[in-house]
């Protein structure tokens, strides 16, 4: 089992910045690719960056690309979600998830067994 705990949400306004982290416990971090998702009301959940095991290697929806920035950080069991240049359409619930495919950057939700309860990052125009 590995158990997940998003923070760092919050309301921003349109252009602002935040960083998400999501601290993970249970196992060993570094056996698992991270992913992050976000799901809007009204909208179904949807991929936003993932990185491998290492960080080495990392992914990002197209919707994010440029602004958005995953790392981790293997020693403190934390993985993050820099968000700069935030628009009114990044208003979401964000959850962070665990690959156990520690070597994949994936978008596919099916691939991520564990997740967190998400936070709420709101972007007002």
């Known amino acids: 089992q590995v158990q997940l705990v998003e923070s760092g949400g919050g309301l921003v306004q349109a252009g602002g910045s935040l960083r998400l982290s999501c601290a993970a416990s249970g196992r060993t971090f570094s056996n698992y690719a991270m992913g992050w998702f976000r799901q809007a009301p009204g909208k179904e959940r949807e991929f936003v960056a993932a990185?491998?095991?290492?960080?080495?290697?990392?992914y990002y929806a197209d919707s994010g690309k440029g602004r958005f920035t995953i790392s981790r950080d293997n020693a403190k069991n934390t993985v993050y979600l820099e968000m700069n240049s935030l628009k009114p359409e990044d208003t979401a619930v964000y959850y962070c998830?665990?690959?156990?495919?520690?070597?994949?950057?994936?978008?596919?939700?099916?691939?991520?067994?564990?997740w967190g309860q998400g936070t709420q990052v709101t972007v007002s125009s």
């Open positions: 990185i491998n095991w290492s960080g080495a290697s990392t």
């Open positions: 998830a665990a690959n156990s495919l520690r070597t994949r950057v994936s978008d596919t939700e099916s691939q991520y067994r564990y």
